[in-house]
């Protein structure tokens, strides 16, 4: 059940991010969602120690990249999406390498706008019924 939910709020999260990011970005860009899954063996203040102890602000986000949305999802962790050139994908992956492992576990997912596509779908089906 946990997964099922947490594939729900991936969906809707990256959807509502990408159709912000599209509004705002070059199309040379890619967009990532990076999940920052909390250990759930650490407190809140070992979480935030082992963050200062990797200095994980002074790398993440890369300064190449774009935060479009940013998420805390209770019983989770954080939900990022960001865009960035694919020039620059691996000082993304080695800013999570250096500064969140330890504190937490991590997952990256590649999204795109879906809105565009539904909105034109519905228009295409709107317009079929009312023939």
Same mark, same amino acid.
């Given at each position: 059940?946990? =997964?099922?939910? +947490?594939?729900?709020?991936?969906? /809707?999260? %990256?959807?509502? %991010?990408?159709? !912000?990011?599209? $509004? &705002? =970005?070059?199309?040379? #860009? +890619? =967009?990532? =969602?990076?999940? +920052?899954?909390?250990? !759930?063996?650490? #407190?809140? #203040?070992?979480?935030?120690? $082992? !963050? @200062? @102890? &990797?200095?994980?602000?002074?790398? /993440?986000?890369?300064?190449? #990249? $774009?935060?479009?949305?940013?998420?805390?999802?209770m019983g989770i962790g954080q939900v990022v999406t960001l865009k960035i050139t694919p020039k620059d994908l691996r000082t993304l992956n080695l800013s999570i390498e250096k500064g969140a492992w330890g504190a937490f576990s991590t997952e990256f997912y590649t999204t795109y706008d879906y809105v565009p596509v539904y909105k034109e779908m519905m228009e295409k089906r709107a317009k079929t019924t009312n023939q």
């Amino acid at each position: 059940m946990k =997964t099922i939910l +947490l594939f729900v709020f991936i969906i /809707f999260f %990256a959807a509502k %991010a990408s159709s !912000q990011a599209a $509004k &705002n =970005t070059a199309s040379d #860009s +890619l =967009t990532i =969602t990076v999940f +920052l899954k909390h250990q !759930q063996d650490k #407190s809140l #203040s070992e979480i935030q120690k $082992k !963050q @200062e @102890e &990797n200095k994980l602000w002074d790398m /993440f986000p890369p300064k190449q #990249s $774009k935060v479009v949305s940013w998420y805390v999802m209770m019983g989770i962790g954080q939900v990022v999406t960001l865009k960035i050139t694919p020039k620059d994908l691996r000082t993304l992956n080695l800013s999570i390498e250096k500064g969140a492992w330890g504190a937490f576990s991590t997952e990256f997912y590649t999204t795109y706008d879906y809105v565009p596509v539904y909105k034109e779908m519905m228009e295409k089906r709107a317009k079929t019924t009312n023939q």
